[in-house]
């Protein structure tokens, strides 16, 4: 669909990781750090006591984290032992979803001055390379001995294995920056297209070219018409929500310096280039389609009407004045395709293709509670192995068809789609194969996700994936009981298990569960999630909550 001119690269991977390299040539910055420490989880409900982002990762032969270090990291002349030689670029961990470059530099710049900061936001991680060593070692040092807190959280520090991060271009110099910018956008509840990144971009810099792309969750390419377009676009929109509460911007210079659209349709568009005609789909002669181009009801960019957002973040390095960015962009607002069963939009889905005695209403919930919340369940007397799904709106209707329509659960293959239904009527209620009822209402259970923005907001929608992440643990259980837990529900048990180090105080723990296979991960999820955990003494059980990692494996 879209190329990016760039030494041979076709896009660009997790801020500016290439696809592939040769061997012989240095590997890029983010893969050093990916040898050096383990991918912090992302993600977690606000019901959980322990942040993802407060565990450390396991010590390897490379690195050893700077809370680990003053626990245990001591030589027999009372000084820590590093087993990372001091470099003046500092590995950050534990972040905050909501963190920008700001952050950083409001909270280190006091261990001496800052000359660059590169984010990795689905890692929840950053390198921030200061002017020297002595900085560096302050800033390690410190976090040894007392917690250093970013944008409210507890961070981690340790040496990085590079002495100096790569930048796309001369990015000290800002008269000789880069173009084109990186878009990371977290937690994607509504649909990401080129109408949509032109409307944020454009109102702050002309923007001439837009390429997305899929690979670690969804991010952008856009091509601003100068490098103070970028700059200050950079500096408006870091950090800002395209939507209130989700589809936040993370962003970085890309490593091209320009793109190369080969057809304008959602997901690339060349704006020099306006009649940029679309490939067809196949050779030969195409038959004319039957109602024309679109729906009468789909608007022309797949949107509603504009509806004004949050404000543009203030807290940006560079500080913009009245005339170069409004104080509110308007951005239109998503409305859901219907094009997935021919019906209008609704906010009913019907699944197909259930198990008869291993699903009933509550492993539905389990599971499509993740993409939305549930108002109601019921099962089809007339239609064995089908229910209706009632979610709070179409977004979460279409979100579930996304991710879990053809996946394999218990044998079978789902067949998730839109209902022609709006609404689950509780009639013909009758008794499931496993003595549970066919209809059951969900609508004031606590372990729905998204009842408010900001608990919404704390969740990533993610795929299907063979590790879990677990969360709202009492710090008591342990792998053992947990396996246990496995085979009591007649579920395949993990092969391997992380725990995170959360602070002392906390009342609860989490940490990742990676099982043979996505089927096999999808299953215990589907059985195990909102499990009542109790444990001795204890006035009231711990409600165990999974959600899918954006790990791939552990």
């Given at each position: 669909?879209?190329?990016?001119?760039?030494?041979?690269?076709?896009?660009?991977g997790?801020?500016?990781?290439a696809?592939k390299r040769?061997k012989m040539?240095?590997?890029?910055?983010?893969?050093?750090?990916d040898?050096a420490?383990?991918e912090l989880?992302?993600?977690?409900?606000?019901d959980?006591?322990s942040?993802?982002?407060n565990?450390?990762a396991?010590?390897d032969?490379?690195?050893?984290w700077?809370?680990r270090?003053?626990?245990?990291?001591?030589?027999?002349n009372g000084?820590?032992?590093?087993?990372?030689?001091?470099s003046?670029?500092v590995?950050v961990?534990?972040l905050?979803e909501a963190?920008v470059e700001?952050d950083?530099?409001?909270?280190?710049?006091?261990?001496?001055?800052?000359c660059?900061?590169m984010?990795?936001?689905?890692k929840?991680?950053a390198?921030v390379?200061?002017s020297s060593?002595e900085?560096?070692?302050?800033c390690?040092?410190?976090g040894?001995k007392?917690p250093v807190?970013?944008a409210?959280?507890q961070?981690y520090?340790?040496?990085?294995t590079?002495k100096?991060i790569?930048?796309?271009t001369?990015a000290?110099?800002?008269n000789?920056g880069n173009?084109?910018?990186?878009l990371s956008?977290?937690?994607?509840?509504y649909?990401?297209?080129?109408?949509?990144?032109?409307t944020v971009?454009?109102p702050i810099g002309?923007?001439?070219?837009i390429?997305i792309?899929k690979?670690?969750?969804?991010?952008?390419m856009?091509?601003f018409?100068?490098v103070?377009?970028a700059?200050k676009a950079?500096?408006?929109?870091?950090?800002?929500?395209?939507y209130?509460g989700c589809?936040t911007?993370?962003?970085e210079?890309?490593?091209p310096?320009?793109?190369?659209v080969?057809?304008?349709d959602?997901?690339s568009?060349?704006y020099?280039?306006?009649y940029?005609?679309?490939?067809?789909?196949?050779k030969g002669r195409?038959k004319?389609?039957?109602?024309g181009e679109h729906p009468?009801?789909?608007?022309d960019?797949?949107?509603g009407?504009?509806?004004p957002?949050?404000?543009?973040?203030?807290?940006?390095?560079?500080?913009l004045?009245s005339?170069?960015?409004?104080?509110?962009?308007s951005?239109p607002?998503?409305?859901s395709?219907?094009?997935?069963?021919g019906?209008?939009?609704?906010?009913?889905?019907?699944v197909?293709g259930?198990h008869p005695?291993?699903?009933?209403?509550?492993r539905?919930?389990?599971?499509?509670c993740?993409y939305?919340n549930?108002?109601k369940v019921?099962?089809?007397k007339s239609?064995p192995?089908?229910?209706?799904?009632?979610?709070?709106?179409?977004y979460?209707?279409?979100?579930a068809i996304?991710?879990?329509?053809s996946i394999k659960?218990?044998?079978?293959?789902?067949?998730?789609?839109?209902?022609k239904q709006?609404?689950?009527?509780p009639s013909q209620?009758?008794?499931?194969?496993?003595g549970?009822?066919?209809y059951k209402d969900?609508?004031?259970?606590r372990?729905n996700?998204f009842s408010s923005?900001?608990?919404a907001?704390k969740?990533?929608?993610q795929?299907?994936?063979?590790?879990?992440?677990?969360?709202n643990v009492?710090?008591c259980?342990?792998?053992?009981?947990?396996?246990k837990?496995?085979?009591?529900h007649d579920?395949p048990?993990?092969?391997?298990?992380?725990m995170f180090d959360?602070?002392?105080?906390s009342?609860?723990?989490?940490?990742?569960?990676?099982?043979d296979?996505?089927?096999e991960?999808?299953e215990?999820l589907t059985?195990?999630?909102h499990y009542q955990?109790r444990i001795p003494n204890?006035?009231?059980?711990y409600t165990?909550k999974?959600c899918?990692?954006?790990?791939?494996?552990?």
């Amino acid at each position: 669909m879209s190329t990016v001119e760039a030494g041979g690269q076709r896009d660009e991977g997790e801020y500016g990781r290439a696809a592939k390299r040769p061997k012989m040539e240095e590997p890029p910055l983010e893969e050093k750090e990916d040898r050096a420490e383990h991918e912090l989880e992302e993600g977690e409900d606000s019901d959980s006591g322990s942040l993802p982002g407060n565990g450390e990762a396991e010590t390897d032969s490379r690195a050893r984290w700077s809370g680990r270090q003053f626990r245990s990291g001591q030589k027999d002349n009372g000084k820590d032992s590093h087993l990372i030689s001091p470099s003046p670029v500092v590995h950050v961990r534990g972040l905050c979803e909501a963190v920008v470059e700001a952050d950083l530099i409001d909270a280190l710049k006091k261990f001496g001055p800052i000359c660059y900061v590169m984010m990795m936001p689905f890692k929840r991680q950053a390198l921030v390379e200061f002017s020297s060593v002595e900085s560096a070692d302050r800033c390690v040092s410190c976090g040894a001995k007392e917690p250093v807190y970013i944008a409210g959280q507890q961070a981690y520090f340790n040496y990085s294995t590079s002495k100096r991060i790569t930048r796309p271009t001369n990015a000290d110099n800002p008269n000789s920056g880069n173009k084109v910018l990186l878009l990371s956008i977290q937690n994607p509840l509504y649909p990401i297209t080129t109408d949509v990144l032109y409307t944020v971009c454009n109102p702050i810099g002309s923007v001439l070219r837009i390429v997305i792309f899929k690979r670690n969750g969804i991010q952008a390419m856009v091509e601003f018409e100068s490098v103070q377009c970028a700059q200050k676009a950079k500096a408006a929109l870091n950090g800002a929500d395209i939507y209130a509460g989700c589809c936040t911007l993370k962003i970085e210079y890309a490593r091209p310096t320009r793109l190369n659209v080969i057809k304008n349709d959602n997901e690339s568009w060349d704006y020099t280039k306006p009649y940029l005609v679309r490939r067809e789909r196949g050779k030969g002669r195409q038959k004319q389609a039957i109602l024309g181009e679109h729906p009468s009801s789909y608007a022309d960019n797949g949107y509603g009407l504009a509806c004004p957002l949050l404000p543009l973040t203030t807290n940006s390095r560079y500080k913009l004045s009245s005339v170069d960015v409004p104080d509110m962009v308007s951005y239109p607002l998503p409305q859901s395709s219907p094009s997935y069963s021919g019906h209008a939009p609704s906010s009913v889905a019907m699944v197909s293709g259930l198990h008869p005695s291993k699903m009933n209403c509550m492993r539905i919930f389990n599971l499509f509670c993740l993409y939305g919340n549930i108002e109601k369940v019921k099962f089809m007397k007339s239609v064995p192995g089908t229910a209706l799904v009632e979610m709070g709106d179409e977004y979460a209707v279409d979100r579930a068809i996304t991710h879990l329509n053809s996946i394999k659960l218990f044998g079978k293959r789902l067949n998730v789609c839109v209902s022609k239904q709006h609404a689950v009527i509780p009639s013909q209620v009758f008794e499931l194969e496993d003595g549970s009822s066919s209809y059951k209402d969900f609508a004031m259970t606590r372990n729905n996700r998204f009842s408010s923005a900001g608990q919404a907001s704390k969740n990533i929608i993610q795929a299907p994936s063979a590790v879990l992440h677990y969360y709202n643990v009492p710090p008591c259980i342990s792998q053992d009981q947990l396996l246990k837990l496995c085979r009591e529900h007649d579920v395949p048990g993990f092969i391997k298990f992380k725990m995170f180090d959360g602070k002392l105080s906390s009342k609860t723990v989490s940490g990742l569960l990676e099982f043979d296979s996505k089927t096999e991960a999808v299953e215990a999820l589907t059985v195990l999630n909102h499990y009542q955990i109790r444990i001795p003494n204890g006035s009231n059980p711990y409600t165990l909550k999974l959600c899918f990692s954006t790990s791939s494996h552990l």
